[in-house]
Every structure is written in structure tokens, then in C-alpha cells.
T-cell receptor, first 113, second 112 residues
Framework: KAGVTQTPRYLIKTRGQQVTLSCSPI?????VSWYQQTPGQGLQFLFE???????NKGNFPGRFSGRQFSNSRSEMNVSTLELGDSALYLC????????????FGSGTQLSVL | GQQVMQIPQYQHVQEGEDFTTYCNSS?????IQWYKQRPGGHPVFLIQ?????EVKKQKRLTFQFGEAKKNSSLHITATQTTDVGTYFC????????????FGTGTRLKVLA
């Protein structure tokens, strides 16, 4: 079984631009969560999707958004990038998202210049 | 908001020594999970604890969930160089919230 796939692996953007990150969960997994990882803040929860519905979200500004498609693939978008958005963005999948272990992808390393 | 703290932040040990990391939540948790992230890698699930006072073992690793379900610990006996990485606890505030609050992590270095 293929693992969680995130693309692209690396991204370099400049302030003010927007970016879209993609995540393909493990086949059969319907829950996808997104986390931001930085050296200073650790892993911060962004949002969780299940069957194309956002069920929970973290404390991030509205510039951070996401969506999930009918095949469970998910995308997150960050608009008007700021320097502080530089981070490793991790996607995790699980069968239903209800108190289950998370399978993480390798992440997308975003650098904002 | 709810916070999950881990101590220590860093730990250097000689190979063969024991290692313990502690996880403390500001509120009661429904369950707690532990993950390991190797340098340059992504978090990998180790274990989940659900019951108050629960203790689970995986070879040299022993995990505990506190009686009040607000703290947890991971103990590694006789560390090996393969144990190098950052260990995170992740707490679920309550069942069905579909989110985990990750601890700040403990970075372990093992000196051969």
C-alpha cells in the first residue's frame, strides 16, 4: 500500500504570493489533517477533513484554507504569504479520523523570501 | 488555549543509558499518542494510550498514561543509536474532536 503522498516536496515563494499544497492519503483513508511544523512552535494543527467536509480547524488566520475532493485527496492554500509562513507542512491521513493513529506524509517544505 | 508541554526539550545520552521524556497537558485528555520523528523525516506513530493509568511496553520502550489523564511518559531502556530523533506526544482533547494537540517534543541524541 502506498503511503501518504505530498507534493511538491519543496517550494520557494516570495511574500504576497499564494501557494497550493497537495496531499494524497493512503488508499481507503477518508480523514486528512494538516499540520504546520516550525522549530519554534512544533506541530500546530491547521484543519481536518472527512468526506469533503471540514470537521475541525486550528487557530490560524483565514489566509490558510483547505479542501478535500471526493477521492479524499486534499489541498491546502495559503494566500498573501508572509515570512512567518515558512515551515514544513505535514499532511496526515487515517481511516476515519476518530481517535486513530495518524499516517504522515513526508511534508512540503515552504520557504517564503 | 489547551497546551501540551514536554520536558526536557533536548537530551543527550551515552549509548546504553536510559532516557525518559514527560508530557503534561493543561486539560484532561481523551487519549494520548506518541510519535517519533527522525532527523529530516516525518512523524511516525509509536503507540496510543486510552485508559487512566495505562502502561504499555514495546521492547525497550515503556509508555505510561497518568491517572488523571493529563500526563504521560515515554521511557527508553538502554538507548541505541537508532533511537535518535524527536519524540512527540499528541493529546486528543476529547473523543471525536478530530484533532491532536502535539507536545513541544524532546530531541534525543545518543552518543556512541
Amino acid at each position: 500500500k502506498a503511503g501518504v503522498t505530498q507534493t511538491p516536496r519543496y517550494l520557494i515563494k516570495t511574500r504576497g504570493q499564494q501557494v497550493t499544497l497537495s496531499c494524497s492519503p493512503i488508499s481507503g483513508h477518508r480523514s486528512v489533517s494538516w499540520y504546520q511544523q516550525t522549530p519554534g512552535q512544533g506541530l500546530q494543527f491547521l484543519f481536518e477533513y472527512f468526506s469533503e467536509t471540514q470537521r475541525n480547524k486550528g487557530n490560524f488566520p483565514g489566509r490558510f484554507s483547505g479542501r478535500q475532493f471526493s477521492n479524499s485527496r486534499s489541498e491546502m492554500n495559503v494566500s498573501t504569504l508572509e515570512l512567518g509562513d515558512s515551515a514544513l507542512y505535514l499532511c496526515a491521513s487515517s481511516p476515519a479520523g476518530w481517535d486513530e493513529k495518524l499516517f504522515f506524509g513526508s511534508g512540503t517544505q515552504l520557504s517564503v523570501l | 488555549g489547551q497546551q501540551v508541554m514536554q520536558i526536557p526539550q533536548y537530551q543527550h545520552v551515552q549509548e546504553g543509558e536510559d532516557f525518559t521524556t514527560y508530557c503534561n497537558s493543561s486539560t484532561t485528555l481523551s487519549n494520548i499518542q506518541w510519535y517519533k520523528q527522525r532527523p529530516g523525516g516525518h512523524p511516525v506513530f509509536l503507540i496510543q494510550l486510552v485508559k487512566s493509568g495505562e502502561v504499555k511496553k514495546q521492547k525497550r520502550l515503556t509508555f505510561q498514561f497518568g491517572e488523571a489523564k493529563k500526563n504521560s511518559s515515554l521511557h527508553i531502556t538502554a538507548t541505541q543509536t537508532t533511537d535518535v530523533g524527536t519524540y512527540f506526544c499528541a493529546g486528543s482533547p476529547r473523543a471525536g474532536t478530530y484533532k491532536y494537540i502535539f507536545g513541544t517534543g524532546t530531541r534525543l541524541k545518543v552518543l556512541a
